[in-house]
């Protein structure tokens, strides 16, 4: 239909005609499945690194996941809405969220960390079973129904499989204040007329039983005393926020907590204090990469546990006010380590330690005090050329020169922090699967990675990739 002296502008219009279609059927094959997932931590989704690159820059530190789960059950209390602010956008977080709101909560995300919670309208005393058994920390509800309700039904604890993780020490609290429960079909359903306060001695350091004791007792009548309490910078945040929302507990920080109850307790604004293990876990990654990196919006006496350990390895560690200067070495020294209840050094950071040690001068010891199977990532440290054995509760490291890149698998939280920084020290490309552990606690980490000058993307599968499995 073209006329000949014409030809020469029909042809190119139908080249870019056909040109326009083709871009618009490649992008909806192709960007949109993976637009639809962003975000998202699916569980075939990966960290691919490769790694090399020296960390250089500087990380913001977000908010304590530890602190954050318990002060979230927390504003079942208040009489009045609480604003919450560096609250971490992680997923434990969403999953509280996901609870309080099917319960009838109000909940506001204000901003990325800031939360309004308006508790009033809740009415039911049963948490939704499957979102409490996804995490360790819904048992904080046991304590914040029953004080507001007399009565609560929560599924027993999921969160990380780190070996046996009774909850007696919970329970032996509730008995002593007054309450009754039992435990059928994987649900605790326990109930009190009113709550009394008491003396109770913990058999062990416990983080989780010394916060439910916290929550039990502050409107409980008269005085409870806890003693062998756990001592954790989280555990004196959540005593924070309870005080600020009129409650009277002493103590907190030491091993003696008292513990006044109150009849009321109104909303509140409170800050989350940051999170610890989140700084450790950049604060190896630099010392791993050889890095220099500034580790921000921090509280360097908590990490105080964490700095003298990677200085006694080698590591060069600059003090400020509100931030540490991280200066990674060529070589570090072997050393020997058990974990311990805080100011020990944290279980938290065994595994991110283990792998900085891997490549440190001589045969290092680590010992797992506090959890029965924290070693199930040495496998997988071992995949990427790592020379560890385990006995028990004792992992010997015998530092190599380098270790590959390798395509491995999250088995938890922080043994996934340890492939990170694992991988981000290799020259080789490390594949990491099951990243849903990290983003249980993580903000961001990809991304404040990248910020470093990591290589690390999020593969996330499609929707055509997941049909074709
Ligand atoms: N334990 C008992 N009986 C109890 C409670 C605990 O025997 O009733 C034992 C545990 O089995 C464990 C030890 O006491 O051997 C310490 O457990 P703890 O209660 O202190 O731990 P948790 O409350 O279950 C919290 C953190 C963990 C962290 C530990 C230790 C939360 C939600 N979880 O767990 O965090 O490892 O304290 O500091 O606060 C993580 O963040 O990766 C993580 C696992």
Known sequence: MCESTNDVICYVIYFVIYFAVFVILYSVNIFLPQKYHRGQALELDKFIINGGKRLQGTVN???????????????????????????????DVSIDLKILNEMGAEVKIINKNTIRI??????????????????????????????????????MPGGCDLGDRPIDQHLKCFKALGASYTIEHGIVDIQAEKLIGTQIYFDRVTVGATINAILAACKAEGLTILENAAKEPHIVDLANFLNSMGADIMGAGTDVIKIRG??????????????????????????????NVIINNIIPKHLEPITSKLRKVGVVIEEHDEYLRVIGQETYEKTTVKTMPHPGFPTDMQPQLTALLTMAKGT??????????????????????????????????????????????????????????????TNGTTEIEDIYH????????????????????????????????
């Open 262 to 291: 109150v009849k009321h307790l109104h909303g509140t604004e409170y800050t989350v204090i940051p999170d610890q293990i989140e700084a450790g876990t950049y604060m190896i990654a630099a010392a791993a990469t050889r890095g």
């Open 118 to 155: 308006d508790t009033a309208h809740i009415r039911d005393t049963v948490v939704p079973y499957e979102l409490a058994r996804s995490m360790r920390a819904s048992y904080y509800f046991l304590s914040t129904m029953l004080n507001r309700f007399g009565r609560a039904r929560v599924s």
């Open 61 to 91: 530190i977000s908010g304590a996941k530890n602190a954050a789960v318990a002060i979230l059950p927390a504003t079942i209390f208040a009489e009045g809405p609480c604003t919450l602010y560096n609250v971490p956008e992680i997923n």
């Open 364 to 425: 290092s010891i680590v010992t797992e005090s506090m959890f029965d199977n924290r070693f199930r990532y040495v496998d997988e440290l071992r995949r990427m050329g790592a020379d560890i054995s385990v006995d028990g509760k004792v992992a010997i490291i015998e530092g190599v020169d380098h270790l590959t890149g390798a395509p491995v698998k999250a088995s938890d939280l922080r043994a996934g922090a340890a492939l990170i920084i694992a991988g981000l020290a």
């Open 438 to 469: 990290i983003e249980r606690g993580y903000e961001d980490m990809e991304v404040k990675l990248r910020n470093l000058g990591a290589d690390i993307v999020k593969r996330m599968f499609t929707d055509g990739m997941r049909k074709a499995l």
